[in-house]
C-alpha cells in the first residue's frame, strides 16, 4: 500500500499513527515530491492528504475513511472497541475533531504564510477553538485514553492535531492547549510515551522545524 502524507498534516498523522500502531507495511509519499501536485490531483481531485491506494490500486481519501478502512482490513491490532456502544464513543470523537476542532484552527493558518487576516477573525477563531477544546476536555474519559482504557481511533485522531495547537496557538494570542485542562495534559503526557504518536509527533516537528527555518 502507499500513502499520500506531509509530515506535518495532522489528518495524514492520525492515519500514521494508525497505520504505526497496526505495524503495516506502507510506503509514504510526498505528493509534492511524487508526482508531484499537478499529477496528484488527477489521481485524487482535491489535492488533499492524506490518500491510501490499496494493494488493488483503489484511492480512498479522507484521513477517517483511511483508518476505518485500515480497522477493517487489519483488525488483529484494534483500534475500535467490539460493541457499538464502544465504537459510537470513539467515532463522536473522531468527528468532532473533524467537524469542530481542526476547522478554526486551520483558518488561522494563512497568517502564518503572510496573509493579512483581520484581528477579529483571529480573535473569535481562537475564542472556538478553546470553547471546542473545553468541551472536548468535559467529554474525554479519565483515562488513560481519550474513549477509555484502550488507546483508539479517537487518540490518533486528538494527538496530531493537538501537536500543531501545543506549537502554533501561542502565535495567535492563545492560550497553551493543555493549560487548565487536566485532563488533557496528563492525556498529552501519555501520547508522548507511546511508540505511534511519539513517532507521528518527531516527524510533524522535524517538518515544523524545517518549514520554520523557511
Ligand atoms: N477532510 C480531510 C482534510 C484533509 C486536509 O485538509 N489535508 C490538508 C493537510 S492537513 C491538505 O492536504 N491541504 C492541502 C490542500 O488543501 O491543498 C481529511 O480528513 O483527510
Known sequence: MKMYSYQLSNFAGKCRVAAYEKGLNIEFVDPRENPGQKEYKKINPTGKVPALE???????????????????????????????????????????????????MRACFPKLFGQDLDDQFI??????????????????????????????????????TLFLMDNLLPNFGSKKPFEGRP????????????????????????????????
Open 54 to 104: 490499496t494493494d488493488d490500486g483503489q484511492l480512498i481519501a479522507e484521513s477517517e475513511v483511511i483508518n476505518e478502512y485500515l480497522e477493517d482490513k487489519f483488525p488483529e491490532t484494534p483500534l475500535l472497541p467490539s460493541d457499538a456502544e464502544g465504537k459510537a464513543a470513539v467515532r463522536s470523537i473522531t468527528r468532532y475533531h473533524d467537524l469542530y476542532i481542526d476547522p478554526p
Open 183 to 214: 485532563k488533557l495534559a496528563a492525556w498529552w503526557q501519555r501520547i508522548q510515551a507511546r511508540e505511534s504518536t511519539k513517532t507521528v509527533l518527531g516527524e510533524q516537528g522535524a517538518a515544523l522545524a524545517a518549514m520554520m527555518k523557511g
Open 123 to 160: 480573535a473569535d477563531k481562537i475564542a472556538e477553538v478553546n470553547n471546542n477544546l473545553d468541551q472536548l476536555e468535559a467529554s474525554i474519559s479519565d483515562g488513560p485514553w481519550l474513549a477509555g482504557a484502550a488507546f483508539t481511533l479517537a487518540d490518533a485522531a486528538i494527538a496530531p
